[in-house]
């Protein structure tokens, strides 16, 4: 069956400029997190979904992110005001039950 | 506090050589366990799991791994590595917490490289 995908792949964009990235989980997971992997580094959580819950948003680094997830289903992560140190790869992982996740393949943003 | 120790940052194995990569956790409730891998520019796949019953879990590529309560570890273990194995390897915890939401705690990760 389909697995996470994520879009855009690649995105490039200035300092300053708004930017929005996509995940669409598999088909029927209630869960949904999101994370930021730099460069050699391991994964920051960032914002975690499940059902019709109030998602955690504890990880979010600063207002300037902001997460949400339409109809159960597909989550958008925005990124305001894009600064250098937004530079990473987003993953975006989805989960049936018992924490169990399956990641998609990334956006990898470089903020010029 | 909830956290995933590996102590490895970067390990070089010749090709065909076992391999362990070690985990080790801190969880205030009944862990589940993981250990993922994440090859070059690939999102991370999941090895195996551990959540209750044997344990010792089999996973896929010839991976294994042993939970030791007594030590709180998860260590990843493969008898003989291939040269595609070369990867970062995490570590994962996670499980119902009465207070709080369902985390899961990643470790730092450890770089596996394979000598040809």
């Known amino acids: 069956g389909a697995g996470v995908s994520q879009s855009p792949s690649n995105k490039v964009t200035e300092k300053g400029k708004d930017v929005e990235l996509r995940c669409d989980p598999i088909?029927?997971?209630?869960?949904l997190y999101w994370y930021r992997q730099s460069l050699g580094q391991g994964l920051e959580f960032l914002i975690y979904?499940?059902?019709?819950?109030?998602?955690?948003k504890s990880g979010l680094p600063s207002d300037r992110f902001s997460a949400e997830r339409t109809g159960g289903s597909v989550s958008t992560l925005t990124i305001q005001r894009t600064q250098q140190e937004d530079s990473a790869v987003y993953l975006c992982?989805?989960?049936?039950?018992?924490?169990?996740?399956?990641f998609g393949p990334g956006t990898r943003l470089t903020v010029t | 506090a909830q956290s995933v120790t590996q102590p490895d940052i970067h390990i070089t194995v010749s090709e065909g050589a076992s391999l362990e990569l070690r985990c080790n956790y801190s969880?205030?409730?009944?862990?589940?366990l993981f250990w993922y891998v994440q090859s070059p520019g690939q999102g991370l796949q999941l090895l195996l799991k551990?959540?209750?019953?044997?344990?010792l879990v089999q996973g896929i590529k010839g991976f294994e791994a042993e939970f030791k309560r007594s030590q709180s570890s998860f260590n990843l273990r493969k008898p003989s590595v291939h040269w595609s194995d070369a990867a970062e390897y995490f570590c994962?915890?996670?499980?119902?917490?009465?207070?709080?939401?369902?985390?899961?705690?990643f470790g730092p990760g450890t770089s596996l490289s394979v000598i040809p």
């Open positions: 969880y205030g409730a009944t862990p589940y």
């Open positions: 979904f499940q059902g019709n819950s109030a998602p955690d």
């Open positions: 551990y959540f209750s019953g044997d344990t």
């Open positions: 992982a989805s989960s049936p039950s018992l924490y169990e996740q399956y």
């Open positions: 994962a915890v996670g499980g119902p917490m009465k207070t709080s939401y369902d985390k899961v705690i």
């Open positions: 088909s029927g997971h209630t869960a």
